[in-house]
């Protein structure tokens, strides 16, 4: 579309600042693709193992060398690998992987582990663009699934150091009434509702040794990978994992705790999903639910943090929760407003928002 704009000094400025802009966002693009490929092909794992030539790290994990080659020099001038004798032949320039950078890669128990971020956001990009292309056209939406193993493994990945990290050890000792309970007799239990691949579930149960934990989900290769998880992390007799929905009757009345984390403004039916917890309370049971922390309200230019959410928001979050008749299409940005309203209509008397210090959660306790 040919166009003839004039523009003044300023706004002539604002573009010039766009045009930098856009470059260097496909900069960081391409750094964060040759991190996925990083993660996917194994190459980090290899090359923390030591420096290596690019014909040495293609031994080790089975590549060609001269796509092995291109990912190397592509990290050295990222700054994401270092090396050395720049200047000989291939076989001889040496590639080291940084210690601190090994563990942001992959030190899946560090709270710096960043990795998942790429392997999510790769993963989806990959899969998700073509029906979002659709969506945006016919109002519909697509299933979490649509996004395919990258996205649940990345964000099972990203969670996990700080679900066994701060969900036990910082975030539920917050609320001293609610410790308290997790630690007393009779056991408490409480039903995880959404928990992916259970980190959240297990987290709870190794802080609380008394407790008995279900999760719930209605991914089953979620589920799968969360009974995995627990067996390996020895919990497995105190949690237990099923594709279930929290409406089932039979569940009712039972749990002191339920619990939904980063993934309650991915339902097309959360208001029914807040009912159906409110009826899984014993008396005196209360809900705890950790989302994004987005905005009380709209401002433009926003953060860092907004973009983020915004940005998952339209490839990914805002598409599975318009998928259904009806749907809310509530999205990422979830402010609090919103969480008040949906729970209002579902019954609930009383919404507290918790005082636990996140960046990117905010966290809320409802009572009937």
């Known amino acids: ?10 706004e002539a400025d604002r573009r010039d600042a766009l045009v930098e802009r856009i470059a260097a966002d496909a900069v960081g693009t391409f750094d964060l693709v040759n991190v996925y490929l990083g993660v996917r092909l194994g190459l980090f794992g290899a090359l923390a193992g030591g420096p290596a030539s690019s014909f040495e790290l293609a031994g080790r994990t089975g590549l060609h060398e001269r796509y092995v080659r291109e990912w190397l020099e592509q990290g050295a001038v990222a700054g994401i690998l270092d090396l050395d004798r720049a200047g000989a032949e291939p076989a001889d320039r040496w590639f080291s992987l940084p210690a601190g950078h090994a563990e942001v890669l992959l030190d899946v128990e560090s709270l710096n582990y960043a990795a998942p971020t790429a392997l999510s956001l790769m993963g989806a990009i990959q899969v998700a663009l073509r029906p979002l292309l659709d969506v945006f056209q016919t109002g519909a939406g697509f299933p979490f699934d649509v996004s395919g193993d990258d996205m649940r493994n990345g964000e099972a990945a990203s969670n996990r150091p700080t679900y066994l990290k701060l969900l036990g050890q910082s975030w539920l000792p917050t609320m001293a009434d609610l410790h308290a309970r997790l630690l007393a007799d009779p056991a408490a239990r409480i039903v995880d509702i959404g928990m992916g691949y259970g980190w959240s579930s297990i987290a709870m149960a190794k802080a609380y040794p008394k407790v008995t934990v279900d999760g719930l989900d209605l991914d089953p290769v979620s589920v799968r990978e969360a009974i995995r998880n ?9 949690v237990r994992f099923a594709h279930r929905t929290a409406a089932d009757p039979a569940l009712a009345g039972r749990y002191d705790l339920v619990t939904a984390f980063e ?6 039916q959360p208001v029914a999903v807040l009912a159906a917890m409110r009826r899984l309370l014993t008396d005196g049971g209360t809900v705890l639910i950790g989302d994004a922390r987005a905005d009380e309200a709209l401002a433009a ?22 998928d259904g008749p009806n749907a809310s299409g509530t999205g990422t940005v979830f402010r609090p407003a919103i969480l008040r309203r949906y729970a209002q209509e579902a019954g609930f008397r009383t919404v507290e928002i918790v005082p636990i210090k996140h960046e990117t959660w905010r966290f809320y306790r409802l009572w009937p």
Request: with cysteine.
């Open 263 to 268: 993934c309650l403004h991915d339902m097309s």
């Open 301 to 322: 230019p926003g953060d860092d943090i907004q973009r983020t959410f915004y940005g998952w928001s339209v490839l990914h979050c805002l598409a599975s929760a318009m």
């Open 230 to 238: 627990a067996a390996e992390a020895g919990v497995a007799d105190r």
């Open 1 to 10: 579309m040919a166009m003839s704009i004039e523009l003044s000094s300023a």
